[in-house]
């Protein structure tokens, strides 16, 4: 049976798949959603990068979240910084648009600290209101550091320019924003199996005991912040590459709680299941104006009018059902549909 | 100096505010060890359905207090069942995410209904403007300080001195071991969650007979937390205290220094608290083994 649960070396723990096969599969799938553009409209198109952009910012909660253990509130925040160092980085100083996504990421790690170092004496719920705080306080520099960020005004954004071209429309943003999703996606499975993330794990299951091991609390914890901030950052400067102008209003408080929704969604910790969780979020708000479409003009004006609020209803209403009845998410209703295959003469 | 006496009086009054939300929090905290990120979202929905109660004719202050705060305790009552108890022996992180989400949920839901437009709120006690020497002030003004004054009184001998105080005491403490003990955990999750929706039935009344009535409203809850963090967050007293510092440290800020700072006086002050001593200026420290 090609289970592969019992790893009988250090050599089999770190690989980064067990199977040949998996290869194969992750080399289709990414065809197959490489070749999507040729079927989806500028609509469609859009809501894809939205989806790859947002994912990296998940994989990076995830990261520190699901994997490190620390609860966030203040990842719209770091989105908010990375967008702006993004737009500031551009506009007045000039830099090449592709070396300032990452100096974004950069950028926003480094504000962490004002986050992560109270985080070294905060546990749990204290930490959670700290990075509100947090948030708050951002939105607040933001607004009235004028000079810097044209305050209420917001900024527009130039285009991304790679190579001599430069990328204004959906089509060719939509293999960036891919690229660019894969890049951290490999980058998070080579985290994961090194001491690094093994140390956040066992940070995350308890800290007391993970420091009586040998774990530094302080390098690991600021290391989640920081590498946490560096995703979602990325993803701020993706996010403004994307709308070409950004606003404080495009990262209010609702943007962590529907980011806390994706990881729940897709099950805490697993890096397919912040891709998943983020993918069906986005998506969510598709299918209900479809349904609503489909049910006459009348939803279709109240879902104009008030599409903030059902938006917001919608996320309470799946993250409270989630935590009900599948804790662990969509990663783990997969874990059980393959289990129940491959075990499939046996399974119950 | 009137300038002074004045902000530190509306400062007290809207730290008021903050103070009986910040009780609401420390409560759920006390009895039950999590934070209930849904307070704000339950004191609004609480103040738009005592706005509906308000336009029965005739119904005068008391009777308005007499049906409102009843309402407050059954609505306490029927969150706690559907959406808490489910998730009693979950992880904390999961439970805290209840919260937030039942937030969302209320906030989407109340708008949904009453719509954004901001109402007029009756003025069941009146217009007239008390005067103490030189300051002036409005009715609601000077119940939201009483309020807070009357509650925070009863609830430091509730928890000193009556059995269900100490009980949930013993179950913030450690649930598994005041299970043993006998005592009905969920009786006292239940009666925290009523004394809690109370605080934020009298927190909504207070800011209805103040300002006018608005979906903004739900942000005095995430305004309240910097008082919650700055008296501890298990100090229900504490909390009321933190409310009142928050509320003239974020006037004077407003008044002195300018420039918005209003808004976030309260979440700086809590960051640097926070550095020096971890668990507020009034919690407990905890001591954790191995």
């Known amino acids: 049976m090609r289970t592969r649960t019992y790893q009988t070396n250090y ?98 790690a480094i504000a962490s600290l004002v986050v992560g170092v109270p985080s070294l ?198 993250i409270l059902l989630f935590l009900r009845l599948e804790p662990e998410g969509l990663a783990g209703i997969w874990r059980k549909i393959k289990r129940f295959w491959v075990q499939w003469p046996l399974s119950q | 100096m009137n300038y002074f006496l004045n902000l530190l009086m509306s400062g007290l009054v809207i730290g008021s505010l903050y103070g009986l939300i910040a009780m609401g929090f420390a409560m759920v905290y006390r009895a039950t060890g999590m934070v209930n990120f849904a307070v704000g979202e339950v004191m609004m929905i609480i103040a738009y359905i005592s706005f509906n109660l308000a336009q029965i004719p005739s119904i005068g202050f008391v009777g308005l207090l007499c049906t409102t705060i009843p309402v407050a305790m059954v609505l306490g009552l029927v969150i706690e069942r559907i959406f808490i108890r489910p998730m009693l022996g979950e992880p904390m992180f999961s439970r805290v995410m209840v919260t937030i989400g039942l937030a969302v949920v209320i906030r989407s839901t109340v708008i949904l209904i009453w719509g954004v437009e901001p109402k007029a709120y009756p003025r069941p006690l009146g217009d007239g403007i008390v005067r103490f020497g030189e300051l002036a002030l409005y009715p609601g003004q000077i119940f939201s300080v009483v309020a807070l004054g009357v509650l925070c009184v009863l609830m430091a001998v509730f928890f000193r001195y009556s059995r269900i105080g100490i009980a949930m005491r013993a179950t913030s403490n450690n649930e598994t071991t005041a299970l043993l003990m006998g005592i009905n955990v969920k009786h006292i999750s239940a009666i925290s969650w009523l004394l809690s929706s109370t605080f934020a039935a009298f927190a909504g009344l207070a800011f209805c007979l103040m300002f006018s009535l608005e979906p903004d409203i739900s942000q005095l809850g995430l305004r309240g937390f910097p008082a919650s963090i700055l008296g501890g967050l298990d100090s229900v007293v504490g909390g009321a205290f933190g409310g009142l510092v928050i509320g003239v440290a974020e006037n004077m800020a407003g008044g002195y220094l300018g420039r918005g700072l209003k808004e976030i006086a309260g979440f700086v002050l809590i960051v640097v608290v926070l550095m020096v001593k971890p668990y507020g200026l009034f919690g407990q420290r905890e001591i954790e083994r191995v």
């Not at chain 1, 070749?35 to 859009?46: A, K, Q």
């Not at chain 1, 990325?234 to 962590?256: E, K, M």
């Not at chain 1, 609503?292 to 004006?301: E, H, K, W």
């Open chain 1, 11 to 108: 050599a089999e723990l770190v690989t980064l798949t067990p199977h040949r096969s998996t290869w194969v599969w992750t080399m289709a799938g990414i065809t197959a959603v490489a070749c999507l553009p040729l079927f989806l409209g500028s609509h469609g198109l859009n809501i894809m990068s939205t989806i790859f952009v947002m994912a990296i910012g998940i994989l990076g909660l995830n990261l520190l979240t699901g994997v490190a253990g620390q609860i966030s509130l203040g990842h719209a925040g770091f989105l908010l910084i990375g967008a702006y160092a993004q737009a500031i980085l551009t506009t007045d100083y000039h830099f090449p648009t592709w070396l300032a996504i990452f100096l974004s990421g950069v950028i926003a």
């Open chain 1, 121 to 318: 004496r905060l546990k749990g719920l204290y930490l959670a209101i700290t990075t509100l705080a947090f948030t708050f306080i951002v939105r607040h520099l933001v607004l009235f550091g004028e000079g810097l960020t044209r305050g209420s005004e917001g900024m527009a954004v130039e285009p991304l320019k790679l190579f001599g071209y430069v990328i204004k429309s959906d089509f060719p943003f939509f293999y960036v924003a891919l690229a660019m999703l894969l890049l951290f996606v490999v980058l998070t499975l080579n985290i994961m199996r090194t001491r690094i993330g093994r140390a956040w794990l066992a940070v995350r299951d308890h800290d007391i005991a993970a420091r009586a091991m040998g774990i530094s609390l302080m390098r690991y914890k600021l290391l989640a912040f920081m590498v946490s901030a560096f995703y979602t950052g990325v993803a701020g400067s993706l996010v403004a590459l994307q709308t070409r102008y950004i606003n404080v209003d495009t990262f209010s408080i609702l943007i962590s709680i529907e980011a806390l929704a994706m990881i729940i969604v897709g099950g805490m910790g697993r890096i397919h299941g912040a891709l998943l969780g983020t993918a069906l979020i986005l998506f969510l708000p598709e299918l209900l104006n479809f349904g609503f479409a489909l049910t006459g003009s009348r939803f279709t004006t109240l879902m104009a009018d008030r599409i903030y609020e059902i938006k917001g209803l919608m996320y309470g209403v799946v």
